[in-house]
């Protein structure tokens, strides 16, 4: 099994540029969760999905749009990125009730 | 509502002493708790979980938490401090039969280990 799958793994973006961050896991899990990772800041939750079709915002979801069209796809996506976006982005994902599984990461420079 | 707070953001110890990193949750439901460790430049790595089960919890590499509901602690301990050990701890905080309440991080303790 993959697991939990985030592409690009890396990326550049200049400012006022759009992209789109995949998350697929593999294990059949209702919930998927986006967090960003900045020093001294712990993880903070972007978007999550309970289940497919839906989602709902976490503690910093300004700058950010999701989808979950597929239970094991969720999308994260920066329409018009800013340098306050530079960050390292994890994607999670689990079962009612137990651990969550992690992403390797991606790590977003905007310049 | 959740949160969680670890109370130290850096630890140092020397090799072969024990470690003692300290969380304090708070849970409007009945919590499940995790700590999660992160080696430099690498992802999440799952140490250790409580589920409502026994209360002392063993671990990944020697370490164990210990769930205190009267205290709302789950600190996270290890007898004897190994190089290897040098990594970011988090503790966290969900509720045990809600998905709808995910999973919410403590901002980190960095633990340095001396040799």
């Known amino acids: 099994n993959a697991g939990v799958t985030q592409t690009p793994k890396f990326r550049v973006l200049k400012t006022g540029q759009s992209m789109t961050l995949l998350c697929a896991q593999d294990m059949n899990h209702e919930y998927m969760y986006w967090y960003r990772q900045d020093p001294g800041m712990g993880l903070r939750l972007i978007h999550y999905s309970v289940g497919e079709g839906t989602t709902a915002k976490g503690e910093v979801p300004d700058g950010y749009n999701v989808s979950r069209l597929k239970k094991q796809n969720f999308l994260l996506g920066l329409e018009s990125a800013a340098p306050s976006q530079t960050s390292v982005y994890f994607c999670a994902s689990r079962a009612l009730g137990t651990e969550a599984f992690f992403g390797q990461g991606t790590r977003l420079t905007v310049v | 509502a959740q949160s969680v707070t670890q109370l130290d953001s850096h630890v140092s110890v020397s090799e072969g002493t024990p470690v003692l990193l300290r969380c304090n949750y708070s849970s409007s439901y009945s919590p499940s708790l995790f700590w999660y460790v992160q080696h430099p430049n690498k992802g999440l790595q799952l140490l250790l979980k409580?589920?409502?089960?026994?209360?002392l919890v063993k671990g990944i590499n020697g370490f164990e938490a210990e769930f205190k509901k009267s205290e709302t602690s789950f600190h996270l301990t290890k007898p004897s401090a190994h190089m290897s050990d040098a990594a970011e701890y988090f503790c966290v905080v969900s509720a045990s039969n809600s998905g709808n309440t995910p999973l919410v991080f403590g901002k980190g303790t960095r633990l340095s280990v001396i040799a």
């Open positions: 409580y589920t409502s089960a026994a209360t």
